[in-house]
């Protein structure tokens, strides 16, 4: 076995592609001309849509913890880093991230239109999806990233407690649920 620290500690398995997913249920819901099928339809997937989501930010803290603890251990080797030697393309980078961003400010206007509800996304949403689009860019997205001396981190980033990242983010994996980030986000903003 190769010594050095695991690029992806185990989230790989358990994200789905945010932009698609949602991309493929909106085109769902969109295919009915009727308001009351549209309206049923999103009513259907709006919390799957949101759950994907959830899944999704909680993977963006998971990385920003794991990048934290491993600039804690001695410099190593990053291993099995897909990223590495590919050209870098800052909105091919960003796309994930940045479909994101875009869907917290729409998605909100949705809900009001087909079920009449008023909702808000909480603010650390769009904080943590800034920080981990700067955490991509600073680090252009990976292509340079050999050891884990290379990967930079944003300045809004706690590091206090990083050493003792690594358990409860295998714990999490084990759990297959991303986003019980979310409910441990504060040690890392």
């Given at each position: 076995m190769?010594?050095?620290?695991?690029?992806?500690?185990?989230?790989?398995?358990?994200?789905?592609?945010?932009?698609?997913?949602?991309?493929?249920?909106?085109?769902?819901?969109?295919?009915?001309?009727?308001?009351?099928?549209?309206?049923?339809?999103?009513?259907?997937?709006?919390?799957?849509i949101?759950?994907?989501?959830?899944?999704?930010?909680?993977?963006?803290?998971?990385?920003?913890?794991?990048?934290?603890?491993?600039?804690?251990?001695?410099?190593?080797?990053?291993?099995?880093?897909?990223?590495?030697?590919?050209?870098?393309?800052?909105?091919?980078?960003?796309?994930e991230?940045?479909?994101?961003?875009?869907f917290?400010?729409?998605?909100?206007?949705?809900?009001?239109?087909?079920?009449?509800?008023?909702?808000?996304?909480?603010?650390?949403?769009?904080?943590?999806?800034?920080?981990?689009?700067?955490?991509?860019?600073?680090?252009?997205?990976?292509?340079?990233?050999?050891?884990?001396?290379?990967?930079?981190?944003?300045?809004?980033?706690?590091?206090?407690?990083?050493?003792?990242?690594?358990?409860?983010?295998?714990?999490?994996?084990?759990?297959?649920?991303?986003?019980?980030?979310?409910?441990?986000?504060e040690?890392?903003?």
């Amino acid at each position: 076995m190769a010594k050095g620290l695991e690029f992806d500690p185990g989230f790989g398995p358990h994200i789905m592609a945010f932009q698609g997913t949602v991309e493929y249920l909106y085109a769902d819901i969109n295919r009915f001309k009727n308001f009351s099928q549209r309206k049923t339809k999103f009513l259907q997937y709006h919390k799957k849509i949101l759950e994907v989501f959830n899944n999704n930010l909680g993977f963006y803290i998971g990385c920003l913890m794991w990048a934290a603890y491993i600039k804690t251990q001695d410099e190593q080797k990053i291993l099995h880093n897909h990223c590495f030697g590919d050209k870098y393309d800052e909105e091919k980078n960003t796309l994930e991230t940045d479909f994101m961003i875009k869907f917290v400010e729409l998605f909100p206007r949705d809900m009001k239109y087909f079920l009449n509800e008023t909702f808000e996304f909480p603010s650390y949403v769009m904080n943590l999806l800034t920080l981990y689009k700067e955490f991509l860019t600073i680090n252009k997205g990976f292509v340079e990233t050999k050891n884990n001396t290379d990967i930079k981190l944003p300045e809004k980033i706690k590091t206090k407690e990083a050493e003792s990242f690594k358990t409860k983010i295998d714990d999490i994996i084990k759990s297959k649920d991303l986003s019980k980030f979310i409910e441990i986000k504060e040690l890392i903003i």
